[in-house]
Nanobody
């Protein structure tokens, strides 16, 4: 089994910054992709940013230039630096880790952007 521990969510004013972290532990042999997704009530979960083991990154158009995804392979940890936050970034953010055989979701962390 694999466990994901997320942290870093909270309340921030528009234009502010937050940094999310997600540490994977357990039966990990090789992590292929790590990423962040978000979901608001009544809508489908959407991809925010993903990063491969080789460092290849993909971002949703809505966050390009504002969010940065990174990972520390020695710690099996993925980060999401979120700058210039907007009210429309408000959502529950979920970490996802894809191994060779299975994918796992974190429990989610709330990010609220409001004045």
């Amino acid at each position: 089994q694999v466990q994901l521990a997320e942290s870093g969510g909270g309340l921030v004013q528009p234009g502010g910054s937050l940094r999310l972290s997600c540490a994977a532990s357990g039966s990990i042999f090789r992590i292929i992709t790590m990423g962040w997704y978000r979901q608001v009530p009544g809508k489908q979960r959407e991809s925010v940013a993903t990063i491969t083991s080789a460092g290849g990154r993909n971002y949703a158009d809505s966050v390009k230039g504002r969010f940065t995804i990174s990972r520390d392979n020695t710690k099996n940890t993925v980060y999401l630096q979120m700058d210039s936050l907007k009210p429309e970034d408000t959502a529950v953010y979920y970490c996802r880790v894809v191994l060779s055989a299975n994918g796992y979701w974190g429990q989610g962390t709330q990010v609220t952007v409001s004045s």
